[in-house]
């Protein structure tokens, strides 16, 4: 039932640009807890898509019950009952929209029964949904982990769960994603009934939904092929995240924070794609049967979704793999003190002042981002764990032996180079000295080729001289090539090429006095107007 008259808000094209047609792009929002707004995502994600002039399926497969077709304002179909018990694929009937391009296939119902179709059933079309003639499908499996819902969110070319600031819901999303490692693990293994014992002895081991990282470990011990066939799944797994229904400040932290706490107690890397602020804006549009995004366009919860769907364009429109993460060690051992920041060795005081901080407030009883993760002595110990970090790192004296314990090799080996590169190398500052030892005497005329010959004789790089001299090193490459222009005043220059001229072990007087006696025939010319 399309509505010409229902005015359409175009997004800025330019910088969300979707694929060719003909491109077909799947793309799959989930998550483990209902009511955190999958929904409210996917239709705005289809009509966003399909406002750039794409054909876009949107395909209600929620196993809770039918909704979408609400949210488009669409009364509910009656879709053909493909009969009891047949084989037959369950088919997808496709409906207009109010927004050109975009199709809905509404939940199905089975007659006499009380419940959508039955989650087996979805497999079997979505086999249809990969032959289909449309540049995007949207699915909203909704809530909850069966192996369909599962299957659908794995088989998708980007997938998204959805989150809210809430307990129950971090709770489900952390629940989801451990669903899933367990998911693709069955998958993976497929009919290697060896192997599959092997995995469910390690799972009777650690319990029901153990952590991924926990999981692979467990069955590397049985098994170090095994172990490294669940540390590349492990790694593959890389789900996208987004946060919805924020209404505090520190909500917009939750989806990074969350991020870094899945990646180091459950070893899921999530990939962080944005939030969406709490509006009222977002329940009006529901009332008026409206998509955000042509209901409020110009409401901050709908600034929110246009940068989350400009973000997943971006993705699907390069299909470039996200960068991997280091694979799971399979031997645990602590992080170093860095790692427990969440820093890195080359960190400034005021770095591990705000990454202090920053962990100080995660490992909080209550803290949101932590839950269902650890609670009583796990937590102290964590805690115990940032405080040390915090009083060794910032000690300038124990932060240097802590470094040459933890990394001794980064510390004491030289990197190794290519022998006939140094024996080169030596050769031709051997002939530069020979050469500046002709040039060089109580007369010479300093110019800037003179000064970059004497410098690379030594084997000195210019980020050195500026490292150590302070000096930026566009005004040393400025100096050397004599771009007189790009020089300060003569009062700072001659500062510059006395510094220079002691670093490289010369006369400081001759070589100021003769470089910037050129300086001011230059300025002289230019200028009119030569400094003292």
Not at 18 to 31: E, F, K, L, S
Not at 88 to 113: F, H, K, M, N
Not at 305 to 315: F, K, S
Request: aromatic share 6%; charged share 25%.
């Amino acid at each position: 039932m399309s509505d010409s008259t229902t005015p359409s808000y175009p997004p800025d094209s330019s910088q969300g640009i979707a694929p060719p047609p003909g491109v077909r792009r799947t793309i799959a929002v989930g998550g483990g807890r209902g009511g955190v707004g999958k929904s409210l995502l996917a239709v705005n994600l289809g009509v966003y898509v399909a406002q750039l002039g794409r054909s876009v399926l949107l395909i209600d497969a929620d196993p809770a019950g039918a909704a979408l077709h609400t949210v488009l304002g669409i009364e509910f179909p009656n879709t053909p009952d493909p009969g009891e018990d047949t084989d037959e694929d369950e088919p997808l009937v496709a409906l207009p929209t109010q927004v050109p391009g975009l199709q809905l296939v509404p939940q199905g119902y089975r007659i006499g029964s009380p419940v959508p179709v039955r989650p087996g059933r979805k497999p079997r079309w979505a086999r249809q949904v990969q032959k289909l003639d449309v540049d995007y499908v949207i699915l909203d499996l909704g809530a909850g982990t069966s192996p369909a819902t599962l299957d659908l969110f794995l088989g998708a070319d980007i997938s998204i769960c959805v989150a809210a600031p809430e307990p129950p819901a971090i709770e489900a999303t952390y629940r989801f994603t451990r669903a899933l490692f367990q998911r693709t693990m069955r998958r993976a293994l497929g009919k290697d009934r060896f192997k599959m014992r092997l995995l469910e002895r390690a799972e009777a081991e650690l319990g029901p939904l153990p952590a991924p990282q926990d999981l692979v470990r467990t069955v590397a011990r049985y098994d170090s092929s095994l172990g490294e066939l669940s540390a590349s799944e492990l790694v593959k797994l890389r789900p996208r995240l987004v946060v919805n229904n924020g209404r505090l400040r520190g909500d917009t932290e939750l989806g990074p924070a969350m991020c870094d706490m899945a990646e180091r107690y459950l070893g899921v890397h999530f990939d962080y794609v944005g939030h969406i602020e709490q509006d009222d804006a977002v329940w009006l549009s529901v009332q008026h049967r409206r998509p955000l995004l042509i209901d409020s366009p110009t409401s901050k919860s709908a600034r929110n979704l246009e940068r989350i769907a400009r973000r997943v364009l971006a993705l699907s429109t390069t299909r470039e793999q996200p960068q991997r993460a280091p694979a799971l060690s399979l031997v645990p051992g602590d992080p170093n003190l860095y790692d427990v920041l969440w820093t890195h060795q080359s960190a400034s005081d005021e770095d591990l002042r705000r990454a202090y901080k920053r962990q100080k407030e995660l490992y909080q009883p209550g803290s949101l981002p932590l839950t269902s993760l650890m609670r009583g002595e796990q937590l102290r110990t964590e805690q115990s764990r940032v405080e040390e970090a915090h009083d060794t790192l910032l000690d300038p004296l124990r932060r240097k032996a802590y470094d040459a314990s933890v990394f001794p090799a980064e510390r004491t080996e030289a990197p190794r180079r290519n022998a006939a590169l140094d024996g080169a190398l030596e050769a031709e500052r051997s002939m530069l000295q020979k050469e500046l030892s002709r040039e060089i005497n109580g007369e010479t005329e300093f110019t800037g080729i003179l000064l970059r010959k004497v410098r690379e004789a030594q084997g000195i790089e210019l980020s050195e001289i500026a490292k150590l001299t302070k000096i930026s090193s566009s005004h040393l490459q400025a100096i050397e090539a004599e771009k007189f222009s790009e020089l300060p005043a003569l009062v700072y220059a001659r500062g510059f090429v006395q510094q220079l001229a002691k670093f490289l072990k010369l006369d400081a007087t001759q070589v100021s006095k003769t470089y910037l006696r050129r300086l001011r025939e230059w300025r002289a010319l230019n200028d009119g107007d030569p400094e003292p």
